[in-house]
């Protein structure tokens, strides 16, 4: 039996206070918001209580933030992507961000199974003056409890339509995009950070924004294996290849709090799930 789960969540400013409201169908909703920074800030996680997806299941994801509020989102632990007999898995998310508003969008990471058929797509929509810090993090099979990614296809879709699109196909059968230097080079975890805005940065803003991403990268263990660039006058992006999840992680989130400071001025308020 497949599941279609969907959650509509939007944040609004009420006095003073950023609110989130929402509507789930199915598997997928979030907890209680939070409030450790104070009202301005709304910290969620999101919810998946099955834990997986397999052919055949969908989550919809569609995400608002109104005019001046800000919404931090997460998650309690993996998205996997579980073994398919054929049909495909998705996860489809749709992200907007009106003037003025802010969102963090910072899942733990996805897992692709031995033999998983999925899709993980993200669409990002900003008006002028709005602005997201992201990531995706991904890894391929379990190697530390030897279960490899030997077969199986992930398609991956990240895009502010008419700015930046990634979108490629992770095919385990690849060898020459699996284990080949010019491609993955055998490492089991890819993961990408962001900083999108909804108008053209400052280009002394965009350069420092490098510059800050640049010397986190510089002084952690992954350095050889990292980089920072930006595609767009809108966009900003970590890239990060690592044999584990765990190194990834710690790197993405050391650039995500030097973005906070640098884009907003905000000390790094972690989640409090990310302790458990």
Known sequence: MSWHAQLDLNYRLEAARSVARHQHKGPLRILQSLYPEGDAICHNVLVHPPGGLVGGDTLDITVQVESG??????????????????ELALQNTQIQVA????????????????????????????????????????????????????????????????????????????????DSPLGLAGYKCMASLFFLAGSKLDKHRQAAALDVARQVIDAHSLHRTAGATSPDGQVVVVRVLAPLVEPAMDLVKQVWAAWRAHFWGLSATRPRIWAM
């Open 99 to 178: 003037a003025g508003g802010r969102l963090e969008w910072l899942p733990t990471e996805a897992i692709c199974y031995h033999q998983c058929h999925a899709e993980n797509r993200v669409r990002f929509q900003l008006a002028p003056g709005a602005e997201l810090i992201g990531w995706d993090v991904t890894a391929f099979g379990l190697p530390q409890a030897n279960q490899p990614f030997a077969q199986g296809r992930l398609v991956q879709h990240l895009e502010l339509p008419g700015v930046w699109l990634e979108r490629g196909c992770i095919d385990a059968r690849d060898s020459r995009l699996m």
């Open 69 to 86: 509020a800000h919404g931090l989102i997460t998650t309690p632990g993996a998205t996997r992507f579980y073994r398919s007999a054929g």
